[in-house]
Nanobody, 125 residues
Framework: QVQLVESGGGLVQPGGSLRLSCATS????????IAWFRQAPGKKREGVSC????????YYLESVKGRFTTAKDNAKNTVYLQMNNLKPEDTAVYYC??????????????????WGKGTLVNVSS
């Protein structure tokens, strides 16, 4: 059974950093596209990053470019989202999602079949 479990969220001051992890099981990570999404209270869900199947392209939400970096470790079946220079507007529940043979588009990504339960990131002083 495909499972995704996020971790690493918490309270951090503006300008600080957090590293989120998405532990995966039940599938071969390299065969799936992996994306991070976030949703703040009262706001629509938005795609944060997307890594295409295999060695495909990686894309980021415009507002996080240069601050966030995502990486896949196929050996550990884990996907990371390194978040630097965090801002209060980054506060949200962050989700990882996956889909087999999924190729991200620079204009957006959605429709993933498998989702984790999310981890809360609270950026506040």
């Amino acid at each position: 059974q495909v499972q995704l479990v996020e971790s690493g969220g918490g309270l951090v001051q503006p300008g600080g950093s957090l590293r989120l992890s998405c532990a995966t099981s039940g599938f071969t990570l390299d065969d799936y596209g992996i994306a991070w999404f976030r949703q703040a209270p009262g706001k629509k869900r938005e795609g944060v990053s997307c890594v295409s199947t295999g060695h495909g392209s990686t894309y980021y939400l415009e507002s996080v470019k240069g601050r966030f970096t995502t990486a896949k470790d196929n050996a550990k079946n884990t996907v990371y989202l390194q978040m630097n220079n965090l801002k209060p507007e980054d506060t949200a529940v962050y989700y990882c999602a996956a889909d087999e043979r999924y190729y991200c588009s620079p204009g957006g990504w959605d429709g993933m079949d498998y989702w984790g339960k999310g981890t809360l990131v609270n950026v506040s002083s």
